[in-house]
């Protein structure tokens, strides 16, 4: 009840305007994307919380040490050692497994510039949960920011990216100049 409160009050007095498909109605991987500020972060949380949806989401694990942890762990953070990026995603597997039910929020882009092309964790623990893919976006040009559709993968890796590309063309992000254009390694190797 709290937090709808505090979205409210935030989308209320925000520059920023919520425009958004319904919340999934099952658990469901959200990108978040484009990933280009930390301030993607107070949005993430003024959209779940005002669609009611309950959330984890993945940062870095230095994000979790000393006064932070318990506050990050409460706000739904899961620590991603990025030494081993595969034991996270196994991990979450394990919880979706064990019965837990959440929306997993993932920012594929990674670390919010420098990169070339998105991190294919999401597509992973999609693909091997069989649960759906939500495109969460963030548009500075329109001010906008929400949920997009919720897409069924296929496994093609490939055509998959084509339909995520196409939702995300005219998405320009927090800081348009650090933008990283929706492409997986794996899609060059023919996957």
């Known amino acids: 009840m709290l937090r709808r409160l505090v979205?409210?009050?935030?989308?209320?007095v925000s520059r920023w305007k919520l425009v958004s498909a319904p919340a999934p109605d099952r658990p469901t991987v959200l990108v978040g994307a484009p990933h280009t500020s930390n301030w993607d972060f107070v949005l993430m949380l003024a959209i779940a919380w005002r669609l009611g949806m309950d959330f984890r989401w993945l940062g870095k694990h230095t994000l979790f040490s000393g006064w932070r942890g318990p506050i990050m762990r409460r706000l739904g953070g899961i620590p991603v050692d990025r030494s081993n990026p595969f034991r996270v995603v196994d991990e979450v597997l394990e919880r979706i497994r064990t019965g837990e039910v959440f929306g997993l929020v993932v920012t594929p882009d990674g670390t919010r510039k420098g990169h070339t092309h998105w991190k294919s964790g999401f597509y992973r623990i999609a693909q091997e949960s069989d649960m759906p893919v939500t495109l969460g976006y963030v548009?500075?040009?329109t001010m906008t920011t929400g949920l997009g559709p919720t897409i069924e993968l296929?496994?093609?890796v490939s055509a998959d990216m084509d339909r995520i590309r196409e939702f995300y063309a005219d998405k320009a992000g927090f800081r348009p100049e650090s933008r990283v254009e929706p492409r997986l390694r794996e899609e060059s190797r023919g996957s």
């Not at 979205?7 to 209320?12: D, I, S």
Request: charged share 25%.
């Open 154 to 156: 296929t496994g093609n």
């Open 7 to 12: 979205a409210r009050t935030f989308w209320a």
């Open 139 to 141: 548009d500075r040009t």
